[in-house]
Structure formats: structure tokens, C-alpha cells
């Protein structure tokens, strides 16, 4: 995290939003208020490790009205499959501890011109959805939201939602209740119409049938908005080594088949800034100048990664013997 961007910030409440989820409201520890942000921004949130673990760095996405600046608040869902973030959060993040977090960053941000918004929610991925659905619902926009969770008592702010002047326009959806109120994907996006712009976020495999159901229907890529919260790294058995040259000096660095970009040169002394280490926030988004990436990453459009022009070193390789980097 880039101490020129980091702010410290108290934990002023701590509470259980769900089962298996928790918020945290989050003020400034020197009490002013915190940097503007708008609807779909996240933080990037250093964590305490366990037991000589090291402090960890995660991603959540701001939920609260992006008009208030005395607060972020942030809910985090338990995952058994998590690499250290949720557990820190739910079982050594306490209301009055101080974290370091940075200010707010948007790679999903509203798209202001359209004329309608579809909006798309899994599970932990309300986060971002229901913060837009807020600022859509106070601009007079014309939108429509799905919130899709394994069961009622997973569903994270229902009670904020049914509240709400736009409860009328929100669906639920739960896989553990009948058939016929399930979010159908392929009658939902039958009809991509102009001007009618589609957001999503959540799990992965919920997100891919998403994008690929709205791809395979028609949908304009421009009309697609998107955040993944986290991604596997692939990796392959075929995966070679390959070099990375760096553009400013020429210094030439060998990229092992069993190391990403990130490490082998922060080994060789030059740092990038970065925080998923998953292809997820962009973060560490490299321009490449020649040679063809390898794209493993959930963070950029098909058409971003046609152009071969930028890359992300923390999960990303070469498909050619050398990259040749922006550094």
C-alpha cells in the first residue's frame, strides 16, 4: 500500500449484518473527514496477521451513501476458502482498533449516460451494487437490481433495502427456495437494449454465467460493468520462463516458469506497486511496449487485452521469449 495514499481510520462499530457476515464502520482516527468517494469505489484495507504472519492487504468495496464523509463502512463475508482476509476481519478486527487503509479507488464506477441500469448482485457482491442502486435511486435514474444469496438469513442489509424508497425494484433471489423465483439469466439478458448498461459482482462462477450468458446474447462489451473480489491464479504445467526488459535502462530480468512477474522483480530490486496479487484490482497495471502477455487476469475487457498494450505482472506471463515494460 503507497503510504502517500494511506489513511488511518478507527473502528468505530463492529456489527453482525448476517449470518457469516460482518460490517465495520470505519471514521478518521484525527477525527476530519475522510476523501470523497463515489459509488462502486473500494479501499484497500491492511489487516493484522496471526501469530508471525505478516499484516495482509484486501480489497472492500464501500457500502455506505458516498455522500457521507465522516465514515467508509465495509461488510466482509467469512470464507472458508479465504487466504487470511475474512478470518483477520471477523476474528482479530475489533470495534477501536486502528487500521491503515487507502483512500478511496473506482474501477466500476456508474456509467452517467445511460438510460437504464441493470444491476446484478451474488452473494458479498451486494457491496458495491447497493451503494449504486442508492445513488441511482437519489439522481432519479432508471435502474433495476437483483441480489441473488444462498438464503434469507445470508442476505446481507435486507432490512435497509426493504426500507428503502427503491424497494419495488429490487428482486431477490434464493438458491434455496423455490424454482420459480431463481434469477433467469437467460430471460433477464434476452434482450440487450441500447442505452441499458449491466453491472455485476459477486463469486466467480456467479459472475462468469452473468458475462458469459449477456456475451452470448449480444450484449455490447461497452455496455458491460464489472468487479471481481477475488480469482485463482492459473498456472499451467506448460508454463516456461521468459524475460522482462525494462524499458528505462535496459536491465534484462529472468522470469522463472514457477515465479510471477511481481516477485522476480521485486527480487531483482524494482518494486510495483500492488495489493490483490490475484489479477483482481488492477493495481499494478504495466504498460508493455513489445512483446505479447499472457493475460491471467479477472481485471481487464476483452478489448484491453486484444490490444496487448498493458498487462497485470502480478498473475499475467509472456507469450513471447520477452516483454519489454513500461519501467
Not at 483477520?88 to 456509467?111: C, E, M, T, W, Y
Not at 451474488?122 to 442508492?134: D, S
Not at 441499458?196 to 456475451?215: I, Q
Request: proline share 5%; net charge negative; hydrophobic share 40%.
Amino acid at each position: 500500500m503507497s503510504t502517500a495514499q494511506t489513511l488511518q481510520v478507527r473502528v468505530a462499530a463492529k456489527s453482525v449484518e448476517a449470518l457469516d457476515i460482518v460490517t465495520l464502520e470505519l471514521v478518521a482516527v484525527d477525527g476530519k473527514p475522510l476523501p470523497a468517494f463515489s459509488a462502486g469505489s473500494h479501499v484497500d484495507v491492511m489487516l493484522p496477521g496471526d501469530q508471525g504472519v505478516p499484516d495482509i492487504t484486501r480489497q472492500y468495496s464501500l457500502c455506505n451513501d458516498p455522500k457521507e464523509t465522516h465514515r467508509y463502512q465495509i461488510a466482509v463475508l467469512r470464507d472458508p476458502a479465504s487466504r487470511g482476509g475474512s478470518v483477520a476481519v471477523h476474528d482479530r478486527v475489533n470495534a477501536g482498533d486502528v487500521l491503515q487503509i487507502s483512500a478511496p479507488k473506482n474501477h466500476f464506477g456508474l456509467a452517467h449516460d445511460a438510460k437504464k441500469h441493470l444491476l446484478l448482485a451474488g452473494g458479498i457482491g451486494v457491496t458495491p451494487i447497493l451503494c449504486m442502486a442508492e445513488r441511482l435511486a437519489q439522481t432519479g435514474a432508471d435502474f433495476q437490481m437483483h441480489y441473488a444469496t444462498r438464503a434469507p438469513e445470508r442476505t446481507a442489509f435486507r432490512a435497509r433495502i426493504a426500507a428503502s424508497g427503491f424497494a419495488d425494484r429490487v428482486q431477490f433471489h434464493y438458491d434455496n427456495a423455490e424454482a420459480a423465483q431463481k434469477l433467469d439469466l437467460q430471460g433477464l439478458l434476452a434482450k440487450p437494449a441500447q442505452g441499458t448498461h449491466l453491472y455485476v459482482c459477486g463469486p466467480k462462477g456467479f459472475m462468469e454465467a452473468v458475462l458469459g450468458s449477456a456475451r452470448a446474447q449480444g450484449w455490447p462489451e461497452g455496455q458491460l460493468h464489472y468487479e471481481f473480489f477475488g480469482a485463482a491464479v492459473a498456472s499451467s504445467d506448460s508454463d516456461a520462463g521468459f524475460e522482462v526488459k525494462l524499458a528505462s535502462s535496459g536491465r534484462i530480468i529472468q522470469i522463472a516458469k514457477d515465479k510471477t512477474v511481481t516477485k522476480a522483480l521485486a527480487e531483482a530490486g524494482v518494486d510495483i506497486l500492488m495489493s490483490c496479487e490475484q489479477g483482481v484490482c488492477g493495481t499494478c497495471l504495466t504498460r508493455v511496449l513489445e512483446g505479447t502477455p499472457d493475460h491471467r487476469d479477472q481485471y481487464l475487457t476483452p478489448e484491453e487485452r486484444a490490444a496487448n498494450d498493458q498487462f497485470l505482472p502480478c498473475c499475467s506471463r509472456a507469450k513471447t521469449p520477452m516483454l519489454v515494460l513500461d519501467l
